[in-house]
């Protein structure tokens, strides 16, 4: 069992920065792959990156590519999920997930944080 805890959100202005993480408990955080989703009010749950166990291999979905970096330290069991240049499209409650089972499917979830970018 694997349990998430997100921080980070807040209130931004366009083009400002946030940097979200996720701790999670346990310890075999790094045999976990690792992502964050997101989801605006009455739109469906969206992917935003993943990456996998060592970060050797990582993946962003289109519209946050080039501005926001997903990272992952092991040694503090923490996920981290860069955004620059941030839009008030990218105003959603962000989830972090871990251990992919297939596809966009993750076996466990955080409770999320909330992104509001004003205009």
């Known amino acids: 069992q694997v349990q998430l805890v997100e921080s980070g959100g807040g209130l931004v202005q366009a083009g400002d920065s946030l940097r979200l993480s996720c701790a999670a408990s346990?310890?075999?955080?790094?045999?976990?792959?690792m992502a964050w989703f997101r989801q605006a009010l009455g739109k469906e749950r969206e992917f935003v990156a993943a990456?996998?166990?060592?970060?050797?291999?990582?993946s962003y979905g289109d519209s946050v590519k080039g501005r926001f970096t997903i990272s992952r330290d092991n040694a503090k069991n923490t996920v981290y999920l860069q955004m620059n240049s941030l839009k008030p499209e990218d105003t959603a409650v962000y989830y972090c997930?871990?251990?992919?089972?297939?596809?966009?499917?993750?076996?466990?979830w955080g409770q999320g944080t909330q992104v509001t970018v004003s205009s």
């Open positions: 997930a871990a251990d992919r089972v297939i596809n966009n499917n993750y076996r466990y």
């Open positions: 346990g310890r075999t955080f790094s045999s976990y792959s």
């Open positions: 990456i996998s166990r060592s970060a050797g291999s990582i």
